[in-house]
């Protein structure tokens, strides 16, 4: 999705200030779907997931990423501080570790899927999804109305364009975390309706309560459960479905503050 770009981002600076936790990168993966960082902390080491972005055409021999090759044993928030840079291929190396050094509160997530919980929130209402997800079909079932909106439209979806047209009709909106790393996260919120419930979904989400303050209403992200067997599955390609070793879960706001 890039129906507009946001240049600037409070937001992701606001998670990055909220860091408490840091320490060495000790893996780093940068497959072809998926960025994995590991970062070895005091209490053991801890991973983090992002979607791979290769911005335009990548020519051979142009490094996408500074200090590539070298990245191992700089300091955890070093990297995450990359979520903020220009460079497509950097942020997400910058969101995968800001994900790894995330202080998630595990007692406020609950076992719940995207698919589960837009399910649950979108029966028989209008449902504006952002960005094509592979449950898509089962939403256009059970809602009243549905529009998937996406930058490369299939045979069922909308434009991106027409996000400023249809999001303000959704009772339910749901945005990629992609969106959070294309920098268009803000362009989107702005548009949702004061009463519409609001989840950011997909791996490349933070799971991080600051986001509760701009009015979303639950995080529907993925936490690395067995290190080793991400890793692998990030070094092999694989897509997000192939990956073993993760946990889907979902965090809902106990209560909307509106900035």
């Known amino acids: 999705m890039n129906p507009g770009q946001d240049l600037d981002s409070p937001i992701i600076q606001r998670i990055l200030d909220d860091l408490v936790i840091d320490g060495p990168v000790i893996d780093v993966r940068i497959g072809t779907h998926w960025t994995v960082v590991v970062v070895q902390t005091q209490n053991g080491p801890r991973a983090g997931l992002a979607a791979t972005q290769w911005g335009g055409g990548v020519e051979h021999g142009r490094p996408l990423i500074r200090d590539a090759g070298h990245l191992l044993a700089k300091m955890g928030a070093e990297l995450a501080a990359l979520a903020l840079s220009e460079t497509p291929a950097e942020r997400s190396l910058g969101f995968a570790t800001m994900n790894a050094l995330l202080d998630v509160p595990i007692g406020a997530c609950v076992d719940e899927n995207a698919e589960e919980l837009i399910l649950r929130k979108g029966r028989e209402k209008r449902v504006a999804v952002v960005g094509h997800f592979p449950f898509v079909g089962e939403v256009r079932q059970a809602a009243k ?115």
């Not at 639950?218 to 993760?246: E, H, M, W």
């Open 145 to 259: 109305e549905c529009w998937v909106l996406e930058l490369d439209p299939g045979s069922e979806d909308v434009p991106a364009a027409r996000a400023p047209q249809l999001i303000p009709q959704a009772d339910v909106v749901a945005i990629t975390g992609m969106t959070l790393v294309n920098r268009t996260f803000e362009g989107l919120l702005s548009l949702c309706r004061p009463d519409s419930y609001v989840v950011i979904l997909g791996p490349s989400t933070p799971l991080a309560p600051v986001l509760f303050d701009y009015g979303v209403d639950a995080l529907s992200g993925t936490i690395v459960v067995d290190i080793p067997a991400v890793v692998l599955g990030v070094s092999q390609g694989a897509t997000f479905r192939q990956l073993t070793g993760r946990r889907l879960v979902t965090m809902e706001a106990t209560g909307r503050r509106l900035l």
